[in-house]
């Protein structure tokens, strides 16, 4: 950028398997990101952001370089590069699930080992290779690690003896006759910041702003808004159906019998709860879903 160039926040999605999740989580939050398979360089509908796609492998190490301001990245992979950047936020959501991962040590389903200390000696594939020779060392064990470039379930018993490998549900490694031994580290999304870049007041801003915005996304996932007219004498029956994330809302309507209700449930218990609602005398009852949810 040239100096007359507006400012902008340099920010790095992470390419693969959080991709789509990533971009999502950012569509939530207010942010249309468009990507190309022809181009690392997505198109966003905010013209403070300049994005790049970047492996989750790599992103805290130019990040930590200074080469982006900030980037969505693993804990796991700022731990494996040992990265010196800030975490802005943790960002609870993963490529199947909202949830966190592990990185688990895994064996065949007959294999005789039952603990990290029965992997002396042996042979263990993985791409987290410097967190596992930290947890060897930790261990007090001494193995021989390998980097697998992909596929690594497939690699016990003949090209190696263990494996370490990331799993949300562990049907992957359970399809391919794998048992988990230990998990070795549990890791989360973080958006994760250059220190240089937080002390530039203008981007530090930006960067709150985006963390306000992606953790209200994050606290909506998995919950609707929901309106209702009630008599004031049906009142105190139907707020005893509802659970609220907060007390819910309660407005006088222009008939001064009447009032209406708003409130946030969980969506897997609105079609338990809306027959109940109906029955303690709710009427006009409307589910509408959210998009964010700031405390």
């Not at 693969?16 to 690392?40: C, D, K, M, P």
């Not at 040992?82 to 960002?91: F, S, Y």
């Not at 799993?167 to 230990?182: C, D, F, H, M, P």
Request: charged share 25%.
């Amino acid at each position: 950028m040239t100096s007359s160039d507006p400012k902008k926040l340099r920010l790095g999605i992470p390419k693969g398997s959080l991709e789509n999740a990533t971009i999502e989580l950012f569509r939530r939050a207010g942010f249309v990101i468009t990507t190309s398979s022809r181009s690392y360089f997505p198109a966003v509908d905010d013209p403070d952001l300049e994005c790049m796609l970047i492996r989750a492998q790599e992103m805290a190490r130019y990040v930590e370089d200074g080469i982006l301001d900030a980037g969505l990245t693993g804990l796991d992979w700022v731990e494996e590069n040992a990265a010196d950047v800030a975490t802005v936020v943790d960002l609870i959501y993963a490529k199947q699930s909202f949830g966190k991962v592990r990185w688990v040590l895994a064996v065949p389903e007959t294999s005789d080992v039952h603990s990290v200390k029965d992997l002396q000696g042996k042979i263990i594939a993985t791409e987290l290779v410097a967190t596992t020779k930290r947890y060897l060392e930790k261990n007090g064990v001494t193995a021989k690690v390998e980097f697998s470039w992909g596929a690594t379930e497939v690699k016990p018993p003949v090209l190696a003896d263990a494996i370490v490998e990331v799993t949300e549900t562990g049907s992957s490694l359970r399809a391919n006759k794998l048992r988990i031994v230990e998990t070795v580290l549990e890791s989360n999304t973080q958006l994760i910041a250059n220190h240089a870049s937080l002390r530039d007041d203008w981007k530090r801003r930006k960067l709150d702003d985006i963390k306000m915005l992606l953790e209200g996304a994050i606290n909506a996932m998995g919950k609707v808004g929901l309106m209702l007219n009630v008599r004031k004498a049906d009142l105190e029956s139907v707020l005893g159906v509802l659970p609220a994330l907060k007390n819910p809302t309660i407005s006088q309507l222009s008939d001064a019998e009447w009032l209406a209700v708003n409130t946030i449930l969980d969506e897997t218990a609105v079609r338990r709860i809306i027959p109940r609602l109906k029955e303690a005398g709710a009427q006009g009852i409307v589910e509408y879903p959210l998009n964010k949810i700031v405390m």
